[in-house]
């Protein structure tokens, strides 16, 4: 009898003993630090316009995701993406205008808006077809590049002034005053002006926007020429639209502070209902005038009210 209790008694504070020692030694839950390192996942996409060849060969304006914000850093990375099978991120619908195997050679800017840039003699083996269009890709796409709006283009070295297949001239440095997807409408050499159109394109459920450079015997303004194209033109051809009314008029114009200000009549709006502007008509109006004109916004008036302005270009 004495031994079983003395048994029970040792065993009991055997157990107590253990107890006390598990206390000490496990912290509680608030002396647990949490030795995991967190890590941050940045998911930010960031998009850049880029001019790419659509379904029906007009160079086209489309978005790409882009990894370089630095302006000589984000020229190279744009400028590789114009060159065949160089980027998979390229948009279903369009592709690439440069033939593949060319290589950047070189990018550098300046702080008058100037970008020169150096690809690798395989540059010339594009199709004489696309010649042109490939100078007008490269150029589009580059000044896109907020404070970039002239370009040259240098072959290993040497400024390109002239297109070795279909022998077109080029200035030695390119601006949006080059053209794009260029149609010719005049009929005599005298008093020819050139204008810059953007219309509407549908691929895969989403809108995209193609510019056209008419040369014309119009010495008409450009916002006239502009406005009168688009409402005129509903549908341009069989691919490209405008959706602007027929009925909507440009009742005047004033450019100050390189602000552009169009006073339209009430049909510029898609529906009376709300006074609303359909987002595509707004979009090829601003691309329109910002690609003729030197200036940083767009702004409609009807009435003498103020109706959609756009935001500031840099």
């Not at 160079?59 to 914000?69: A, D, F, G, P, R």
């Not at 688009?230 to 004033?254: D, I, P, T, V």
């Amino acid at each position: 009898m004495l031994k079983r209790l003395t048994i029970k008694k040792i065993t009991i504070t055997t157990i107590a003993l253990f107890a006390v020692l598990l206390i000490y030694i496990v912290p509680t839950e608030s002396e647990i630090t949490m030795n995991e390192k967190l890590e941050y996942v940045d998911k930010t996409v960031n998009t850049h316009p880029i001019f790419l060849l659509d379904k029906n060969g007009y160079v086209s304006l489309t978005n790409i995701e882009v990894k370089n914000t630095h302006v000589e850093g984000l020229a190279k990375e744009l400028a590789t993406y114009l060159i065949k099978g160089e980027s998979e991120n390229i948009p279903s619908g369009f592709k690439a205008i440069i033939p593949p195997d060319t290589r950047v050679l070189s990018v550098a800017t300046d702080d008058k808006g100037l970008l020169k840039i150096d690809f690798s003699k395989e540059i010339f083996d594009v199709a004489k077809e696309y010649e042109e269009k490939m100078a007008e890709a490269i150029t589009y796409t580059l000044t896109s590049i907020k404070g970039i709006n002239k370009v040259i283009i240098y072959v290993e070295g040497d400024v390109l002034t002239k297109l070795p297949k279909t022998k077109i001239n080029l200035p030695s440095t390119l601006d949006r005053t080059f053209g794009v997807n260029k149609e010719y409408e005049f009929t005599s050499l005298n008093n020819i002006n050139d204008v810059t159109v953007y219309y509407v394109n549908e691929n895969n459920g989403n809108y995209y926007y193609v510019p056209v450079t008419k040369y014309l015997n119009d010495d008409r303004d450009k916002a006239d020429i502009v406005i009168d194209e688009l409402s005129s033109n509903f549908n341009y051809n069989r691919n490209l639209k405008s959706f602007l009314n027929s009925e909507a008029k440009l009742q005047g114009f004033n450019l100050k502070n390189n602000i552009l200000n169009l006073a339209f009549n009430s049909y510029i709006y898609d529906t009376t209902v709300d006074n609303s502007i359909a987002d595509e008509v707004k979009e090829v109006i601003k691309l329109s005038m910002i690609d003729n004109y030197d200036i940083k916004q767009v702004v409609f008036t009807v009435d003498n009210k103020e109706v959609y302005k756009s935001e500031i270009k840099d």
